[in-house]
Nanobody
């Protein structure tokens, strides 16, 4: 199994920045890609960004393009989500999740991910 732990959430004013981290442990060798998702109360879990551990593929949701940057540090088994110019609509619980190679064509939806972190809350005030 792959264990994931998010950190870095908090309360920030609109226009501000936060950097989320996701540290992976356990059988990290089976992890092909790591994605970030978010979920606000009463809504479905929403794709935010994904990166292959090799760094050769990165994708973003249209709603965060140009504001969020996903990156990884393979030596630390950690993926980051730098969030700039935050908006109130970015308020949600943010989850990181790990997908294995068999789900390489299914990385834009939560169903492609077998392992999830507990989530970290991001609140953006106006």
């Amino acid at each position: 199994q792959v264990q994931l732990e998010e950190s870095g959430g908090g309360l920030v004013r609109a226009g501000g920045s936060l950097r989320l981290s996701c540290a992976a442990s356990g059988r990290t060798s089976i992890s092909y890609a790591l994605g970030w998702f978010r979920q606000a109360p009463g809504t479905e879990r929403e794709f935010v960004a994904v990166i292959k551990w090799t760094g050769s593929m990165i994708q973003y949701a249209d709603s965060v393009k140009g504001r969020f940057t996903i990156s990884r540090d393979g030596a630390k088994n950690t993926v980051y989500l730098q969030m700039n110019n935050l908006k109130t609509e970015d308020t949600a619980t943010y989850f990181c999740a790990s997908a294995d190679f068999s789900q390489r064509n299914n990385l834009l939806g939560p169903g492609g991910y077998a392992y999830w972190g507990q989530g970290t809350q991001v609140t953006v005030s106006s």
